[in-house]
């Protein structure tokens, strides 16, 4: 499984990370629209069409290392301004999150990743997971897991940081703090069951690849492209990260593109009646099948906004 994918689907399974505390600045508002189309920016303004006030969409990623991130000014600003947030899920119904999770996260038909894999794939991963320095969960629990559920916890245990943070979370206490409803595009019973689509048996394969010493040797040079693309704000590099991972490859309709589709087409009578600021994962913006593009398709201007995202870093004397 590639890192991307905190681009796209997890974002079901980032919410129990801790926010890192927020760093309260000076709001002004959100006129700062660049004049180069091709500008980098994860925060986009959205009008014209039958819209009498401009909603706005923002790319996250689902985790990151915490270090100089915060909300921009810009997104603040934003937030303060809308009627409603949306996010891909309800995250602030934690309960019925954990409930929803726990009981999606099982594969069907009592199936175990010893039916999936050969027997020695299946000792492999048994070895790796019953290790003291692995264990997430009890063994027993986990091989009852649909397997990139597994996978999203190794890459999480594996971070290079200890201050790993969803960035929804960011955008939620924002979005709390200046009193606005938070909905979500989807449930994430929806979310999680999607896993259902994609045949077990490559998802645990994909597992034991990840397992491997080999593969592991690149993941934290795979981890610092993909970060410094989106602290950058590289949506197009974010999008051919995306494209190249094999974990999506065939399944791109599913993880990806029809999401799009059902979003931007939501998204048109959601905004027709209320200020929205929209905060999905960052792989589902850009190319001819993203949410920006479709919005265009649609009508709708679609403008990249000025969003200073790190901390401002502070001279030494």
């Not at 993880?255 to 931007?264: F, Q, T, V």
């Amino acid at each position: 499984m590639k890192r991307s994918f905190w681009l796209t689907v997890f974002a079901a399974l980032g919410f129990a990370a801790c926010s890192q505390p927020k760093t309260k600045t000076k709001t002004s508002p959100v006129n700062s629209v660049v004049n180069n189309a091709n500008a980098n920016t994860l925060l986009w303004r959205v009008s014209g069409k039958d819209l009498t006030k401009p909603s706005y969409l923002f790319g996250t990623m689902h985790m990151i290392c915490a270090n100089d991130i915060v909300v921009s000014d810009s997104l603040r600003s934003a937030i303060q301004a809308s009627d409603k947030v949306y996010l891909e899920i309800e995250m602030d119904d934690m309960f019925s999150m954990m409930f929803g999770a726990i009981g999606n996260m099982t594969m069907r038909d009592d199936t175990t990743l010893s039916d999936l894999l050969t027997p020695d794939e299946y000792k492999k991963v048994k070895t790796y997971f019953e290790g003291s320095a692995n264990g997430l969960l009890p063994f027993s629990v986990m091989e009852k897991m649909k397997p990139f559920f597994i996978s999203s916890m190794m890459m999480e245990k594996e971070s290079q940081c200890e201050d790993m943070i969803v960035m929804e979370n960011l955008v939620m206490e924002e979005a709390k703090d200046a009193g606005k409803d938070i909905k979500g595009l989807e449930t994430v019973q929806y979310q999680l069951s999607i896993f259902d689509s994609i045949p077990y048996s490559l998802q645990a394969k994909q597992l034991v690849k990840m397992i491997d010493p080999e593969n592991k040797k690149d993941d934290g040079k795979e981890m610092k492209m993909l970060t410094d693309a989106y602290r950058n704000q590289e949506l197009n590099k974010l999008d051919e990260m995306t494209k190249k991972d094999e974990s999506i490859g065939d399944f791109a309709d599913l993880l990806l593109y029809n999401r799009n589709a059902n979003w931007a087409k939501k998204l048109q009578t959601l905004m027709a009646k209320n200020s929205l600021v929209i905060a999905v994962g960052a792989g589902h913006l850009p190319g001819e099948k993203g949410v920006i593009n479709l919005l265009r398709k649609a009508g709708y201007t679609v403008e990249p906004v000025k969003n200073d995202m790190l901390k401002k870093k502070t001279k030494v004397i």
